[in-house]
């Protein structure tokens, strides 16, 4: 899947800007942190670093263009594999989607020239979001940064801290200008000390303050989850409710690309057992912005799992003053009538995906996204399964004791009388994450599992 | 910096309460990690600290909340399980938080206090009080990660934390000497750049002079201390504990309590002051206390279902929570 460069901003603040000079050209390779561009404004001039590898399918604007707007597409990215020359359709996808997608209400805007049993279904938007309300093409990235920086102006209590987040912008850039803005007593780098720092955000919390407490991958976590599990997840319930813990965790989690084993793991089984945490797994930029500022405003420790995959994923975010969505409340992206998939975080992508390859076979799926992995949200899966009568789990994660297996629990226990199937679960293999690029693929869940457990419950 | 004549007394009280606390649970109550031995360590320093500063403890902490000045009633019911307890039976014998006076919580896991001590310090830093925070800590929990990562950002940030240790010479029954490359734990602080002070335990007017000059130092933005204070604990690591070696000898106890009793060191030291008949006053007006507190607990209700799931959030009952309901 091509990946769409866009204009960064050197603040929250910055609007465009001009882009000085290109250091690659089309058809080179890049990897993370290699510089690509020299970008200009009035006060600061700023090196634009790949964080996503690929080779550069195109440049779209040309070094010495003023006046750029932020979030301007001024080059594309190809991934491994990918050929340059298709760049220019595939990258045009998510336009179209956008378009669809304003045009949900109106059958006549239904753009697909199908096959007669192609059922028609257009992308479901999310009844939070009032109609009529204006869209922007934001990434997932951008939209963390600005409900991080948003919530920062509002409440005076919330501070950033974590391992690069302050001077170097985030390992992965998601705290992008907010030390420009916020200044080093609200974005706080610290040593390499995850075990401490998850403690002092934690008492500091319990402090009076509201901490971000960043991660540069969960995967770091490990070495802190004493304190998420033993001192935050249990402060207020310890206490008998005298004390109370607002801070949330956040940080990429899941698999990334050829990291292998020690960097490629969703801890969101993990941590969505544990009683007094809320664990929240968005997909999309609104959710990613919407759900960020519910965490940071959340009187409970709030675990916020992002992933570094999707970072880089152009959504449509509403444009609203002030963006917030309820914790614990699953979204309906896909309205079907045969076939529940449910799915979170990365895995909702190669659902919709999976759901409209299973169109094209005549298989009606109904895509849920759960958002919050605890609280569940029980009834949306119940409901849809009530509608459907079979249901799929795609997780990017292993099988064993993960969501798909609480999902599964849940179907048994209230949905039994509705299941014309028995419930399957796609996964990825039980196995620690291989490096090779194969193999990796190999055991990794995608769209095409996904289709052949959906047809497999349909009994097709 | 040395404690007037009014605190002095009071200082003794909250010895006293401490002792006898821990002697009514040994009567009634099977199981606890008891301070016994401790009470000037800890009453040294909490007598340095205001009410508005924050105190961690850990799983020996029955102490902590006493000598911080908590009301005696809802400890005693937080550790007979009761619903009036402090935290409402929810918390017990080690998670004795008492939020009103700055106890922000009691970690049992070893280690576990340091970096929450030092982000409350932090978020005192921040919103630009001059709170302190002080943590209590063992020296086993020295050697935990914790120890290091904490006090080294405290350190480098100037947080107003002291970190007090209370030597007891063993953890469980693991000697010092044996467990740690630089036995004189005070030492340790010259690896983060701050002061480290070595301070007898069992005199409480000296603990609390160390900590008072920590305090100050810490008020004014220069940053934490270390503070090692030599105590001893009479019992053995949890009550009723069946400790099948002898990793201490029955002398080394016996002249710990013979000759190194705080409760009996300090209260000779107000007897020569003349301070007899005030001491005698205390003892019995805590005896009191303590029996009432007993009273209390023993005819508190016991918490009931609903209160099995009402303090797990603070803010939702999502759909997941309703199953509380279910039974």
Known sequence: MAIELKMPALSPTMEEGTLARWLVKEGDEVSSGDILAEIETDKATMEFEAVDEGTVGKIVVPEGTENVKVGTVIAVLADEGEDVGDIEASSAEPADEGEESSAADDDEGASAGPAPQRPRREPRADPEIPDGTNMA???????????????????????????????????????????????????????????????????????????????????????????????????????????????????????????????????????????????????????????????????????????????????????????????????????????????????????????????????????????????????????????????????????????????????????????????????????????????????????????????????? | MSLDSDRQLEAFRRMVRIRLFEEALIAHNPVGHLSIGHEAAIVGACMALRDDDYVTGTHRSHGHPIGKGAEIGPLMAEIFGRRTGICKGLGGSMHLTDARMGLICESAIVGGGFPLATGAGLSAQVRGTDQVSLCFFGDGATNQGTFGESINMAAIWKLPVIYFCENNGYAVTTPVATSHGQPDIARRADGFGIPGVAVDGQDVEAVHAVVAQAVARARQGEGPTLIEARTYRFDEHSNRLAIPIEYRSQDEIEYHRRERDPVALYRAVLCERGRQQECEAVENEVRETIDAAVAFARESPEPEWADLWDNMYASPPGPEHARGDRK
């Open chain 1, 137 to 460: 093409s934001v990434t997932v990235r951008e939209a963390l940064r600005d409900a991080m920086a948003e919530e920062m102006r509002r409440d005076e209590r919330v501070f950033v801290m974590g391992e690069e987040v302050a001077e170097y912008q985030g390992a992965y850039k998601v705290t992008q200008g907010l030390l420009e803005e916020f200044g080093p007593k609200r974005v706080i780098d610290t040593p390499i000390t995850e075990y401490g720092f998850a403690g002092i955000g934690t008492g500091a919390a319990m402090g009076g303050l509201r901490p971000i407490v960043e991660f540069m991958t969960f995967n770091f976590a490990m070495q802190a989850i004493d304190h998420i599990v033993n001192s935050a997840a249990k402060t207020n319930y310890m206490s008998g409710g005298q004390m109370r813990c607002p801070v949330v965790f956040r940080g990429p989690n899941g698999a990334a690309s050829r990291v292998a084993a020690q960097h490629s793991q969703n801890y969101g089984p993990w941590y969505a057992s544990v009683p007094g945490l809320i664990v929240i797994a968005p997909y999309d930029s609104s959710d990613a912005k919407g759900l960020l500022k519910a965490a940071i405003r959340s009187e409970d420790p709030v675990v916020f799992l992002e992933n570094e995959l999707v970072y880089g994923r152009t959504f449509e975010l509403p444009e609203l003053d002030d963006h917030v969505l309820p914790i614990g409340k699953a979204r309906i992206m896909r309205e079907g009538a045969d076939v529940t998939i449910v799915s979170y975080s990365i895995g909702v992508g190669f659902a919709l995906e999976a759901a409209e390859q299973l169109a094209d076979e005549g298989i009606d799926a109904e895509v849920i996204d759960l958002r919050t992995l605890r609280p569940l949200d029980r009834d949306a899966i119940l409901e849809s399964l009530a509608k459907t009568n079979r249901l799929v789990i795609a997780e990017e994660g292993w099988p064993t004791c993960s969501i798909a297996s609480e999902v599964i629990a849940i179907c048994m226990e209230d949905g039994f009388d509705h299941l014309d199937a028995p419930v399957l679960r796609v996964c990825n293999e039980d196995v620690p994450l291989p490096y090779a690029a194969n193999l990796e693929k190999l055991a990794l869940i995608d769209a095409e599992r996904i289709v052949e457990a959906a047809k497999k419950v349909c009994y097709v």
